[in-house]
């Protein structure tokens, strides 16, 4: 029908014109309803999938209503021959989009009448009705440019380019969508002419929003004109501020570690729409004391803790409405070691590269790195400037403590040869510098090509320098401690370690992050003839573990309650006043010959 021709074909007095306007408004009305409306369609497995929807609705957090479940339940025992109409009619109300894919699979949407209507950091759950007339059984993709990623993950640049994700691409990337497909429904379309599937969004923004939905069921099924998208214009409801009030286990105001979770399982924030001082590869967050999250309506629990000197407590809150709330929390620890004299560091902590992103910036921020250090109760942290984003963050040295530290929580700026040119030899690291240049160099490929140079450099200016994950490279298959199989020497741990420890230039070999026997026969053996080099716990955040800082750590014997010095700590390892390990055990009264540990 050419619809044009009912408003232009008639030569009509004007007197006649509202009239017959009337009339083509109500014949568009009805030609409106019966596009929307499908029919011909079998009840019998429409009602099957209709059951399965109910109960995939359930899941995701989003169920029906008691008077919908009533009507849905009428239907059941009502005419076969209703019922396909008379469900249509209610599910139609939660339907955000339309698709039509036409007997050529063509695929092409329109706006279907649930309200867009969204809460900020909260999902909201929609349907989108699928008029199948090519009765494919291809998965039904949707998709939108305000869903793209808003971060690039490092590619180990020395100097990647951070526009690469601009400031306006942050702005219109406010949406992340999430399909779900899992059972009791199934991944793909099942052909049936018409049903049923399940979207949700997450929305980072308040206030009015527009994002374009894609949608199509394979390669080249998109419609030409656009058709196969759709713009909506969505509002975004501001969420309940939460003010979290942190307390240490003595009162004093202090940073916990968070993991919040509802009902579904789903990590609030978003892990997707991070950005510092919270990492997209974590379930937990940090906050300070009195910081403010912004959470929807719903039932969460907030797993609290603060390191693994802490126990972990849950808590189950509710949040009611979107007046604001205030929650407080009470830190509870099962050890406090350097009310021992115990003080605990990670030596090997990246604000760049692996896990961590490359634009929008070139990895984080020193306020982003010390959160995460008080926020897991480690004294001292050395963020190790390295191969990737090296000539962006290597700005953040300063020979000393970085200006963020405190008392007892120290962060510092140093090195890690690593991505240079004798990273073949083993990567080195690097404390307590001076100077973070090489003597006549000015770009990393200047550098030397083998470690021993390195060495003596950074011990020449006053440094504490050792190897690096020591295990990569020195792997062998038994389990024997020490092996006396011999290893291939052709990785980035210890592997230059046998020669140059008897030049006395290496302080300490790391552990804690690479295979037990890997890293500790090459140290054994060496101590057998007769060199005195230390061991040293890192972790190597975010490469070989990204689940937290400080998860490989040495603790230093140090004076008891006094100031933290980052120059004693170092020392400590230095002097092997210390003992390597992951917080959860630790060493008291131990003696060898009426010798201590420190």
Same mark, same amino acid.
């Given at each position: ?19 017959? +306007? ?35 609705? &359930? ?27 008379? *469900? ?16 050529? %699979? ?96 997450? %929305? ?8 374009? +939905? ?13 058709? %196969? ?14 003010? +979290? ?158 200006? +963020? ?19 073949? &030899? ?71 370690? *046998? ?100």
């Amino acid at each position: 029908m050419r619809k044009p021709s009912v408003f232009h074909s008639f030569k009509e007095p004007a007197m006649r014109t509202p009239y017959l +306007l009337s009339i083509a408004a109500v014949l568009f009305c009805s030609l409106t309803h019966a596009e929307d409306l499908i029919v011909n369609v079998d009840a019998q497995p429409l009602r099957a999938q209709v059951k399965r929807l109910t109960e995939a609705l &359930a899941y995701v957090g989003r169920p029906l209503d008691s008077k919908q479940i009533s009507a849905i339940e009428e239907l059941e025992e009502g005419d076969s021959t209703t019922y396909v109409t008379k *469900i249509q009619a209610i599910l139609d109300q939660l339907t955000l989009a339309n698709v039509h894919i036409n007997a050529e %699979s063509r695929v092409n949407v329109s706006a279907g009448k649930a309200r867009p209507v969204l809460d900020q950091n909260g999902w909201t759950v929609f349907l989108i009705k699928v008029h199948n007339e090519a009765g494919i059984t291809a998965a039904l993709r949707m998709d939108s440019p305000s869903n793209q990623p808003i971060y690039i993950r490092s590619s180990g640049s020395s100097d990647p380019d951070p526009d690469q994700i601009s400031q306006q691409n942050l702005e219109d990337r406010w949406l992340q969508i999430s399909s779900f497909d899992k059972k009791p429904l199934t991944p793909n379309l099942s052909g049936l002419l018409l049903e049923y599937r399940i979207i949700a969004f997450y %929305s980072t923004a308040v206030g009015q929003r527009e994002a374009t +939905l894609t949608f199509d069921a394979g390669q080249g099924t998109q419609d030409l004109g656009f058709r %196969s998208e759709l713009p909506v214009l969505f509002s975004s409801r501001e969420s309940t501020p939460v003010t +979290l009030r942190v307390m240490d286990h003595d009162g004093t105001p202090t940073v916990g570690q968070f993991v919040i979770q509802d009902s579904q399982g789903r990590i609030y924030p978003s892990r997707f729409r991070r950005l510092e001082p919270d990492f997209y590869f974590h379930d937990q967050i940090y906050r300070y004391d009195k910081e403010v999250i912004y959470l929807p309506p719903g039932k969460y629990n907030f797993a609290v803790s603060r390191g693994p000197e802490y126990f972990k407590t849950n808590y189950d809150i509710t949040i009611v409405d979107r007046m604001p709330v205030s929650l407080e929390f009470q830190l509870k620890r099962w050890i406090k070691m350097i009310d021992h004299g115990w003080v605990s560091g990670d030596h090997h902590i990246h604000a760049a590269g692996c896990s961590h992103y490359e634009s929008p910036r070139q990895g984080v921020l020193p306020e982003a790195m010390m959160r995460h250090i008080l926020g897991e109760d480690l004294n001292v942290g050395c963020v190790l400037t390295w191969g990737p984003c090296w000539y962006f963050q290597k700005n953040f040295f300063e020979a000393k403590n970085h200006s +963020l530290s405190q008392r007892n929580y120290l962060m510092r700026y140093d090195i890690e040869v690593s991505g240079f040119p004798s990273s073949h &030899a083993g990567h080195l690291c690097l404390l307590r510098l001076k100077e973070d240049d090489y003597p006549g160099t000015t770009k990393i490929e200047q550098w030397p090509t083998w470690t021993l140079p390195v060495l003596k450099w950074g011990k020449e200016q006053g440094g504490v320098v050792g190897f690096s994950h020591s295990g990569w490279g020195l792997e062998v298959a038994d389990q024997n401690m020490p092996s006396y199989a011999m290893p291939n020497f052709d990785g980035i741990g210890a592997n230059e370690f *046998i020669v140059d420890v008897t030049h006395n230039v290496v302080d300490f070999i790391s552990a804690v992050d690479t295979p037990l026997n890997w890293e500790l026969s090459i140290w054994y053996h060496t101590l057998n003839c007769g060199f005195d080099t230390r061991i040293s716990g890192e972790t190597d955040f975010p490469c070989i573990y990204g689940d937290r800082v400080g998860l490989g750590r040495s603790y230093v014997k140090m004076p008891e309650k006094r100031k933290v010095s980052f120059d004693e700590w170092i020392y400590g390892v230095r002097d092997g006043r210390s003992y390597v390990g992951d917080g959860r055990s630790h060493l008291f009264n131990f003696k060898v010959n009426r010798y201590g540990v420190g």
